[in-house]
């Protein structure tokens, strides 16, 4: 089992830049990839990036390539999402996820994480 607490959302104007935490409790064998979502009002929920929490290995949805950055503490057992250059269409409810070794799904779909927080709304105004 793994839980999972975000935080740091917020507003901000268009261009403007948020970080958002992840901070990660139970057993590591859960959280062996970690991720962030957002879903906008209507829509399907999407991934944002991915990180293999052992060697570091990130993933980017192309949306965001450039402008964010998704780390981790593995000592704090935490990941960062650093959202830079913020547009109004990435205006949604961000969550974290984490997915154990067992999965066989894409680091992309859903499917991969079995363990999800409650999420953090960032909204982005022009």
């Known amino acids: 089992q793994a839980q999972l607490l975000e935080s740091g959302g917020g507003s901000v104007q268009v261009g403007g830049s948020l970080r958002l935490s992840c901070s990660a409790s139970g057993s590591t064998y859960s959280r062996v990839i970690m991720a962030w979502f957002r879903q906008a009002r209507g829509e399907e929920r999407e991934v944002v990036a991915s990180?293999?929490?052992?060697?570091?290995?990130?993933n980017y949805a192309d949306s965001v390539k450039g402008r964010f950055t998704i780390s981790r503490v593995n000592g704090q057992n935490t990941i960062y999402l650093q959202m830079n250059s913020l547009k109004p269409e990435d205006t949604g409810v961000y969550y974290c996820?984490?997915?154990?070794?067992?999965?066989?799904?894409?680091?992309?779909?859903?499917?991969?994480?079995?363990?999800w927080g409650q999420g953090t709304q960032v909204t982005v105004s022009s």
């Open positions: 990180i293999y929490m052992a060697g570091g290995t990130t």
């Open positions: 996820a984490a997915g154990s070794a067992y999965g066989l799904a894409h680091w992309s779909t859903v499917g991969r994480y079995g363990f």
